[in-house]
């Protein structure tokens, strides 16, 4: 079972990318749950995705310390979970239910900014990756989807002139 939740269910075996492929993934899982269980659904599977992500690593690289499997994506679907639940929780709160294709805007940054500081890994993103240990696979990531749902907001806030005035 730890495998299977560390691959995400064999998402991580897609290749080339599979760290964009779960993140592609879990954007559409995310969208999904937004839309037919509420935004709050989105939360608690990133609660449940986090915890899950934090045992399948220590559990799978309990003897390997140091690694980091390219094929384990948990850590990007929690992340990227994390990063859309920004646009989600300012969309829940204006009562805009349905708004994956109304706002498209809003879940493609999410994707793209996620992507870039996971893979950039500035800062807190980079020191997390760094720890050489099991949590390491997944806070660097949880960093990543904190940092990208905050330039989502930023983005938005200027593309819609809120912080211009």
Same mark, same amino acid.
């Given at each position: 079972?730890? #495998?299977?939740?560390?691959?995400?269910? +064999?998402?991580?075996?897609? #290749?080339?990318?599979?760290?964009?492929?779960?993140?592609? =993934?879990? @954007?559409?899982?995310?969208?999904?749950? %937004?839309? =037919?269980?509420?935004?709050?659904?989105?939360?608690?599977?990133?609660?449940?995705?986090?915890?899950?992500?934090?045992? /399948?690593?220590? #559990?799978?690289?309990?003897?390997?310390?140091?690694?980091?499997p390219?094929?384990? @994506?948990? %850590?990007? =679907?929690?992340?990227?979970?994390?990063?859309?639940?920004?646009? !989600?929780?300012?969309?829940?709160?204006?009562?805009m239910?349905?708004?994956?294709? %109304?706002?498209?805007?809003?879940w493609?940054? !999410?994707?793209?900014?996620? *992507?870039?500081? %996971?893979?950039?890994?500035?800062?807190? @993103?980079?020191?997390? &990756?760094? #720890?050489?240990?099991? /949590?390491? @696979?997944?806070?660097? &990531?949880?960093?990543?989807?904190?940092?990208?749902?905050? !330039?989502?907001?930023?983005? !938005?806030? =200027?593309?819609? +002139?809120?912080?211009? *005035?």
């Open positions: 079972m730890s #495998r299977a939740i560390a691959t995400f269910f +064999g998402v991580g075996l897609l #290749r080339p990318a599979p760290g964009t492929w779960g993140s592609a =993934v879990a @954007v559409a899982l995310g969208l999904g749950l %937004d839309h =037919v269980f509420g935004f709050w659904a989105l939360v608690l599977a990133t609660a449940l995705a986090a915890a899950a992500g934090f045992w /399948a690593c220590a #559990r799978e690289l309990a003897d390997t310390p140091g690694a980091d390219s094929e384990f @994506v948990i %850590d990007e =679907v929690t992340g990227q979970w994390l990063a859309l639940s920004f646009p !989600a929780a300012a969309f829940w709160h204006r009562g239910d349905n708004w994956a294709l %109304d706002a498209w805007p809003g493609v940054s !999410a994707f793209v900014f996620f *992507r870039l500081f %996971d893979i950039w890994k500035p800062w807190l @993103v980079g020191r997390a &990756d760094r #720890r050489g240990d099991p /949590a390491g @696979v997944m806070l660097d &990531d949880l960093w990543a989807g904190l940092f990208a749902g905050l !330039a989502v907001m930023v983005s !938005a806030g =200027v593309a819609h +002139g809120v912080l211009m *005035r």
